[in-house]
């Protein structure tokens, strides 16, 4: 008997050891917690400075996509072209899974963060900003969960649900005989572990998305007391097992002694697999409920991250919709718009009434400058925001056909990805505007085709209604075939002595200087090489 008490006395003492390491260990945390959230805005920093190797960032756009139009959605070829992965990053500030996927759903079109007043908050009220954050930092992105209307009710066996029972019967024992209860208990012990251990590979995702859920609904709650957070229709008493059950669903990350020992007594006595089957009823019944709660961290979460990424921006404004009745004087009218991803960009100026043909040299800033005006059009229509001092713009949809490449594994040319990516603009059915991009066009054929082509199609784009075009071309030739349905603009530069100067600025009219055969000679090529190139081109 003294045997077991000595036990006894040293299993509870290793319990209460650990509850006091674990409760140290929360303060700690929480504190080092606070003190980084703080600094975060004022340093116009991420929580977390890396990408996740379980990040889903698609998640919840390739899951709900096929409820959407798909002409409403930004397509894949266009996302690819303005680069919208790095986009979508410089302004991921987002704390949660959640966020980060409903931030890139709202890039592609699926959702606005269109909140202003909850924007305002965040700019200025760092008390209203920090607690937000905190909550927001307590769900996290250790886990990226499936969307609770994804999952399908996990059956529960109700043989192993009284198996958490075994090692307290055992234990029990143990008072009776002493020997043998120890035995008994050893292997009640490593019968639930084998069977723990075995169940959870079966479920081991949906307990994930079970206890992000049960954390999202704890801290919904929370953010709901919080003054100036958006009200939520959510009775949380609906709930409640879920929210005082979670924390014993944590996923032990720690190394220490204490998260370890943790991990053993919820192994032992089978928790997950109790708990998760207790608290996923509620859920289901529930579910419309469950999922306002994802949806409220989101968009709170999206919010936070739009108003951080808009104070890192050189410069920026809140766009303004262009009425239909003012549509026959403009589409597009803006003021120092910049390119997104570029740092002191140069900034232009242009009111956009009809199709615009843009011609200029080499690296003069026509496909910098088209992708801007592209972004920013998608900027203003799902985080109202543009880089610009003003912007006024008429909703519509955009599509474009920039960098088109070969596909070695499909077989298809440069010439044929590109015939392929302006082909699909003709297949849009839509009402609203639609904004169309096209840098080089047809550049992957000779010269005598890829202008006949060229007119063809852009003429063919021209007489399709609320269709708007903004194309690119080295082919100063299309200027008058393709005049008075596209006016001309222009980027150029000057050649001094040994050195070539961009200003980067757009112009009226049509190119009037090529800078292909001097940059051979600024670029060091043999000088044989560049006068027969210059000699060639005097003689045509």
């Known amino acids: 008997m003294d045997d077991v008490r000595l036990f006894l006395l040293f299993v509870l003492g290793v319990v209460l ?7 140290i260990s929360a303060i700690f945390n929480k504190k080092q917690l606070v003190t980084k959230i703080n600094q975060l805005w004022p340093n116009r920093q991420k929580l977390e400075k ?10 919840q756009y390739q899951t709900y996509r096929s409820n959407y139009d798909e002409n409403s959605l930004i397509d894949n070829k266009t996302w690819s072209d303005l680069n919208m992965d790095a986009l979508f990053q410089s302004m991921n500030f987002n704390f949660t899974a959640i966020g980060e996927m409903r931030l890139y759903a709202t890039l592609r079109g699926m959702f606005k963060a269109n909140n202003k007043e909850l924007k305002r908050y965040f700019k200025h009220n760092r008390s209203f900003r920090n607690q937000v954050a905190f909550h927001l930092a307590q769900i996290g992105k250790s886990v990226y969960p499936h969307f609770p209307d994804q999952l399908k009710p996990i059956k529960g066996n109700i043989l192993f649900m009284f198996a958490p029972l075994l090692p307290i019967i055992a234990l029990v024992y143990t008072f009776i005989n002493t020997s043998n209860g120890i035995m008994v208990l050893v292997l009640a012990c490593v019968f639930n572990i084998i069977l723990s251990v075995s169940l959870k590979k079966t479920y081991e995702q949906d307990l994930k998305t079970i206890f992000y859920t049960a954390n999202i609904l704890s801290q919904s709650k929370k953010l709901t007391e919080i003054e100036g957070t958006p009200d939520l ?7 409640k097992s879920a929210r005082y059950l979670s924390g014993l669903l944590v996923k032990i990350e720690g190394g220490d002694f204490a998260s ?5 007594i919820k192994t032992v006595f089978m928790l997950d697999y109790t708990i998760f089957h207790i608290i996923q009823n509620s859920y289901y019944k529930y579910l ?5 709660c994802y949806d409220y961290i989101g968009q709170l979460d999206n919010h936070y991250a739009i108003s951080l990424y808009q104070e890192t921006l050189d410069e920026h404004c809140e766009p303004e919709i262009i009425q239909s009745q003012d549509t026959q004087h403009y589409l597009c009218d803006f003021e120092d718009l910049t390119h997104p991803l570029i740092t002191d960009a140069v900034p232009n100026d242009l009111s956009i009434n009809q199709n615009i043909l843009l011609t200029g040299s080499n690296a003069s800033g026509k496909s910098t400058f088209m992708k801007a005006v592209a972004l920013n059009l998608i900027l203003a229509q799902s985080i109202e925001t543009a880089t610009a001092s003003q912007f006024k713009y008429v909703p519509g949809l955009v599509f474009t056909s920039m960098a088109n490449a070969d596909d070695v594994l499909s077989g298809d040319s440069y010439f044929m990805a590109e015939l392929k990516s302006i082909r699909r603009l003709f297949n849009i059915s839509t009402d609203k505007q639609i904004y169309c991009f096209i840098d080089e066009i047809f550049k992957g054929t000779n010269t005598t085709e890829r202008i006949a082509a060229s007119e063809s199609v852009l003429t063919y784009l021209n007489n399709i209604p609320n269709y708007y075009v903004l194309a690119a071309t080295h082919d100063i030739e299309l200027s008058s075939l393709l005049s008075p349905s596209f006016i001309n603009y222009h980027f150029n530069e000057s050649i001094k002595n040994d050195s070539i100067d961009f ?4 112009k009226p ?3 009037n200087t090529r800078n292909a055969i001097e940059l051979l000679r600024l670029t060091q090529f043999p000088n044989d090489i560049y006068k ?3 000699q060639q081109v005097e003689n045509q």
């Open 17 to 23: 050891l650990t509850t006091i390491e674990s409760i």
């Open 50 to 59: 890396f990408i996740r190797p379980n990040a889903r960032y698609d998640y």
């Open 233 to 239: 229709n959510v009775n949380f008493n609906h709930f």
């Open 260 to 264: 370890a020992f943790i991990l053993l």
């Open 288 to 292: 419309e409920e469950v999922l306002n």
């Open 503 to 506: 200003d980067f600025k757009i």
């Open 509 to 511: 009219g049509k190119a």
């Open 532 to 534: 027969r190139a210059k």
